[in-house]
């Protein structure tokens, strides 16, 4: 440690919140350069490839084949898949002399496409699994917590292609069973999720989440059945049709003063008979959706009163529309929207677009606006009154709810997205017309997944999982080094028996840090479990009396051992 390029802090990094990053920083491990663009110092960098090897152990475990593709990239084929375009602002785009365009990788599925269709050409070479451990780019809207995300990250990405479905449903099931590897003897406590597809297209995904307060993924789970699913991918559980010929008519209320829900449950409440909630209340939200290459057109969004509506989750539904609010000019625009007092007939008279919640089904029977300021509609009946264009999960999940698998409650919960696999199919395929020649003669389109693992943010995610008030605590499987062996006894013979001890533990294979440096113990042993070390040995005053310590720093044990067999204990307690 006496020369190693390393400066502890005292203090906590201005700009942290989240501990691992305060910890990260404090130790030494890694140093700002921008906002989400940092530097790896030994420390950390030694964390980072151990990681990187884990994954490079499992993905090789299930053929994967590794190869290393350029972060610059040219335009072209981000064009073929509109990408260029539909990445808006997270995408770093530059320039070259000759004023080409040119970008900095975010993700690589067309270029491992282009790639395969270069280079195969016969049935007989499927299937196969890419991949790469690379830095990837991304011009995210708030960099946070340090690495956890970066502008700058590593990712692992890879990719599978097949001639079918099954294939394809194989190499997924590969990775799925390679990332719990992976986590597993990362010791990461996470869950795997249901989710959407988000920008990439296709059908069948899931995450894998880390379970962390400070996550900026919100999950649910049902405790009954282990259902998980992120809350953009949770599917509402629609009640079933009701009879309605009993129902009365619907009646127009004069309602003065009723624009918010609160005060419409109100006044339902004095001037009816009953009981009523929100969740007797039809609102409706408008919204402009545009789907790629179209126009926007405005779309009435109808929810239980009691919910709002969940922005991501209607994103989601509709993806890879884009949704917007309504404007003030769009409002006045279409006179016809009563702000405050939207009902669904006017939307059905104008023409406009009308989705609904599943639990608006046939038979059931609502106060919703209509159409005039201060007049709501008491007993407006789906099905019967007014007939939705389809439903839409846009109403927010809360805890309670019931799990769409029916076996119990629904609890929510924060993680940080660790990994994401996902059966692309045939998007990039069919943009790049990426075929072989088949078994019959003739061409088989290939079909792709694609499989990601946050190789920096699982440093971060580690940190933020395992640490605890003093500092890093690695597991054994990442740690920069196994051994931090601190020197705490001024004395020759002591300084020197410390020394032998590192050279012995050295050749008995396990790595060690030693702290030479001409500091206090109390500095030290500081220093020591800021840096996380899983196994501290110390040589103190016990030497003269024929002892060192060794101390786990994930559960704070310490134990005294004899000088003479100090190595085997040590090596007992780094491999335990
Ligand atoms: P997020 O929702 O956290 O932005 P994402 O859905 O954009 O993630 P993918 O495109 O699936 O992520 O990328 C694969 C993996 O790369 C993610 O699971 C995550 O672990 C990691 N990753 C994504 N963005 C970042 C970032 N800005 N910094 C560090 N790691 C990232
Ligand atoms: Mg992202």
């Not at 808006?88 to 004023?99: E, I, Q, V």
């Not at 624009?259 to 008979?273: R, Y």
């Not at 404007?327 to 989705?355: C, Q, W």
């Not at 990426?434 to 499989?451: A, C, H, M």
Request: glycine share 10%; with cysteine; charged share 25%.
């Amino acid at each position: 440690m006496s020369t190693l390029f390393l400066r502890t802090l005292r203090d906590d990094p201005a700009d942290a919140e989240v501990p691992s990053h305060k910890l990260l920083v404090r130790a030494g491990y890694v140093r700002r350069v921008a906002p989400g663009v940092y530097s790896w110092l030994p420390l950390g960098l030694r964390v980072l490839k151990a990681i990187e090897n884990v994954v490079r152990e499992e993905m090789n475990a299930i053929g994967g084949q590794e190869i290393l593709l350029p972060a610059l990239l040219p335009r072209e084929p981000y064009d073929t898949t509109n990408r260029w375009t539909e990445y808006g602002d997270a995408l770093f785009r530059l320039k070259d002399r000759k004023g080409a365009d040119m970008l900095l990788g975010p993700t690589h599925e067309e270029l491992f496409a282009t790639l395969v269709k270069g280079e195969y050409s016969s049935y007989k070479d499927m299937p196969v699994i890419l991949y790469q451990i690379q830095t990837k780019y991304r011009d995210e809207e708030r960099p946070r917590a340090g690495i956890l995300r970066g502008r700058e990250f590593v990712m692992k990405d890879a990719y599978s292609f097949d001639l079918d479905d099954d294939g394809l449903k194989t190499a997924y099931n590969a990775h799925r069973e390679a990332y719990q590897k992976i986590f597993e003897r990362l010791r990461i406590e996470y869950v795997i999720v249901a989710a959407t597809s988000g920008a990439m297209g296709g059908s069948a995904s899931e995450e894998f989440l880390a379970e962390s307060a400070v996550g900026e993924d919100t999950f649910v789970r049902c405790v009954e059945s282990g259902y998980a699913a992120n809350v953009e991918a949770v599917v509402t559980r629609a009640p079933e049709p009701l009879p309605y010929d009993d129902l009365p008519e619907a009646v127009v209320h004069d309602t003065p003063g009723t624009p918010t829900i609160d005060s419409l449950v109100d006044w339902a409440n004095a001037a009816l008979d009953g009981q009523y909630s929100g969740a007797d209340t039809l609102k409706n939200v408008l919204v402009k959706l545009r789907a790629p290459g179209g126009e926007w057109e405005i779309t009435g969004i109808g929810v239980p009163g009691d919910r709002e509506v969940d922005f991501k989750r209607l994103e989601a539904s509709v993806e890879p529309a884009e949704v917007e609010l309504l404007t003030d000019a769009d409002f006045a625009a279409n006179p016809f929207l009563v702000k405050g007092y939207i009902g669904p007939k006017a939307l059905a008279e104008n023409g406009v677009r009308y989705l609904v919640d599943p639990r608006v089904v046939e038979g059931t029977s609502w106060i919703t606006g209509a159409d005039q300021p201060g007049r709501h509609y008491v007993g407006l009946v789906a099905g019967r009154d007014f007939t939705p264009d389809g439903t839409v999960e846009a109403a927010e999940i809360r805890d309670g709810d019931p799990s769409p698998d029916g076996a119990g409650p629904l609890v929510s919960a924060k993680g940080i997205e660790i990994g994401h696999i996902f059966q692309l199919g045939q998007k990039y395929t069919d943009a790049f017309e990426v075929d072989v020649l088949g078994e019959n003669g003739k061409p088989v389109r290939l079909t792709q997944g694609s499989y990601g693992v946050g190789v920096s943010r699982l440093v971060a995610v580690i940190a933020e999982q395992s640490h605890d008030d003093k500092g890093l605590r690695w597991p054994k499987s990442v740690a920069p080094f196994a051994v931090h062996l601190v020197i705490a006894n001024k004395d020759e013979a002591a300084v020197a028996g410390a020394e032998q001890l590192a050279a012995d533990l050295d050749a008995a294979g396990l790595e060690v840090l030693l702290d030479d440096r001409k500091a206090s113990p109390g500095v030290k042993f500081k220093d020591a479990e800021l840096l996380g070390m899983p196994t501290i040995v110390v040589v103190g005053r016990g030497y003269a009396n024929g002892t060192i310590e060794i101390r786990d720093r994930f559960t704070g044990e310490a134990t005294e051992v004899a000088v003479d067999t100090a190595v085997d204990s040590v090596v007992a307690a780094a491999r335990a």
